[in-house]
Every structure is written in structure tokens, then in C-alpha cells.
């Protein structure tokens, strides 16, 4: 499989941004997916992620709670990373990855995943 990210940009503080992650070669619902941030200094960090096990579910950081929806568009290939009332320290490279489908977010390694690409957000007034 191979992931593609794209979406970010630059956005003042309150702003919002949707992200994608686009599944090529394969269907979107193969795979358990999760969004991933890191910034600059600070180790990456597990933003969100969805899963279709046990009838589906999204899983979210404390940090972006409310603020952050993950969805699926099947016509698209793609998980969304809606993200609201985004905040200076929301700023980070934003990446996808993905793990296949029988495993649950809880049990997401980031070691066995296979990485998209990068999308650069940057917060700021």
C-alpha cells in the first residue's frame, strides 16, 4: 500500500484545515489508519485513528479532542483529519499511516505501519 497526504497550510489561530489521507492501490477499507504529528524539538505524537474493527471507531489524542474529526470517504480512498479551532501548538508535519485492517487502534504499531508522506501545518497569526 501506499499513503498520500496532503492539506495542510498555513491558518491563523481559531482556523481550520481538513487533511487527507489518500490509500493508493488498495481500498481505503483495508487498512486501520492513524494521523500522526511531530514538531519541531518534540517526539511525533499520535493525533487519531480509525479503525472499522468491531463496527468502526476514531480514536483521539487528549490534546485534540472536539476539536479534531476523523472520517472515511470511500469514493475518495481517503481518511479526513477535520481540524477546528486549531492553536500555535496544533503547528507540525502531519503524516498518515496505516496497519491492516483486523487491528484495532490500540494495537497500531508504528513500527510495523507503512508511512505516507508528510503535510506541513502551520498555526499562526
Known amino acids: 500500500v501506499q499513503l498520500q497526504a496532503f492539506g495542510g497550510g498555513v491558518v491563523q489561530p481559531g482556523g481550520s484545515l481538513r487533511l487527507s489521507c489518500e490509500v493508493l492501490?488498495?481500498?481505503?477499507?483495508?487498512?486501520?489508519i492513524a494521523w500522526f504529528r511531530q514538531a519541531p524539538g518534540k517526539e511525533r505524537e499520535r493525533v487519531a485513528c480509525?479503525?472499522?474493527?468491531?463496527?468502526?471507531?476514531?480514536d483521539y489524542a487528549d490534546s485534540v479532542k472536539v476539536r479534531f474529526t476523523l472520517s472515511r470517504d470511500n469514493s475518495k480512498h481517503t481518511v479526513d483529519l477535520q481540524m477546528n479551532r486549531l492553536k500555535p501548538e496544533d503547528t507540525a508535519l502531519y503524516s498518515c499511516?496505516?496497519?491492516?485492517?483486523?487491528?484495532?487502534?490500540?494495537?497500531?504499531?508504528?513500527?510495523?505501519?507503512?508511512w505516507g508522506s508528510g503535510t506541513l501545518v502551520t498555526v499562526s497569526s
Open positions: 499511516a496505516s496497519v491492516p485492517k483486523y487491528y484495532h487502534c490500540a494495537e497500531f504499531s508504528e513500527d510495523r505501519a507503512t
Open positions: 492501490k488498495f481500498h481505503v477499507d483495508d487498512y486501520t
Open positions: 480509525n479503525t472499522l474493527v468491531g463496527g468502526g471507531s476514531n
